[in-house]
């Protein structure tokens, strides 16, 4: 069974650092590209960040582009979300996901979540 | 980026009713549209991929189609389990984007 668990979630105040880890198991995860979903209280699904399943290539959103950085240890089996300079905007459940696209973009395996509050 | 746009915001229905959900892509995205259900407090889940493919284990009375602007999510027969906010999303270009969402009530 595919599982993706979140964790490293919490509050804290705009400025501050944040690392988001995501274990994965019952899959090959290092066959699989892996993506960062992030969705504010009460409002829409918005992606994040994309990394192929080497690495290779790395994309992310324009709101968070230069702030957050993906990562991911095949050896562990984990993926991982550091978040720089955090702003009240980037308050929301943030999701790790699957990537089953021939070229990127669908996402067919989510965690559960993990809160992220940013605020003072 | 591609803006993905949803219609309606709310859908009011009833068990047994044939529901459809309009998304509309603001450049053509050939059929690179996936679509998601989700429910409170829940990640969501894939339901389409590619426009009109039926991901594994997702019952037949849902159903997707369309191809370059316009795509519809069709429930030919809504069942208590189908109340949820439903997203389309397009893969054909990075960064990828979702609809605000359509969610499907209690009429």
């Known amino acids: 069974e595919v599982q993706l668990v979140e964790s490293g979630g919490g509050l804290l105040q705009p400025g501050g650092s944040l690392r988001l880890s995501c274990a994965a198991s019952g899959f090959t995860f290092s066959s699989y590209s892996m993506n960062w979903v992030r969705q504010a209280p009460g409002k829409g699904l918005e992606w994040v960040s994309y990394?192929?399943?080497?690495?290779?290539?790395?994309y992310y959103a324009d709101s968070v582009k230069g702030r957050f950085t993906i990562s991911r240890d095949n050896a562990k089996n984990s993926l991982y979300l550091q978040m720089n300079s955090l702003r009240d905007e980037d308050t929301a459940v943030y999701y790790c996901a699957r990537d089953c696209g021939d070229y990127g973009g669908t996402f067919d395996y989510w965690g559960q979540g993990t809160l992220v509050t940013v605020s003072s | 980026d591609i803006q993905m746009t949803q219609s309606p915001s709310t859908l009011p229905a009833s068990v047994g009713d044939r529901v459809t959900i309009t998304c509309r892509a603001s450049?053509?995205?050939?059929?690179?549209l996936a679509w998601y259900q989700q429910k409170p407090g829940k990640a969501p889940k894939l339901l389409i991929h590619?426009?009109?493919g039926l991901e594994s284990g997702v019952p037949s009375r849902f159903s997707g189609s369309g191809s370059g602007t316009e795509f519809t999510l069709t429930i030919s027969s809504l069942q208590p389990d189908d109340f949820a906010t439903y997203y389309c999303q397009q893969c054909y270009s990075y960064p990828w984007t979702f609809g605000q969402g359509t969610k499907v009530e209690i009429k």
């Open positions: 590619k426009a009109s």
């Open positions: 990394i192929t399943s080497v690495s290779s290539t790395i």
């Open positions: 450049q053509s995205i050939s059929t690179w």
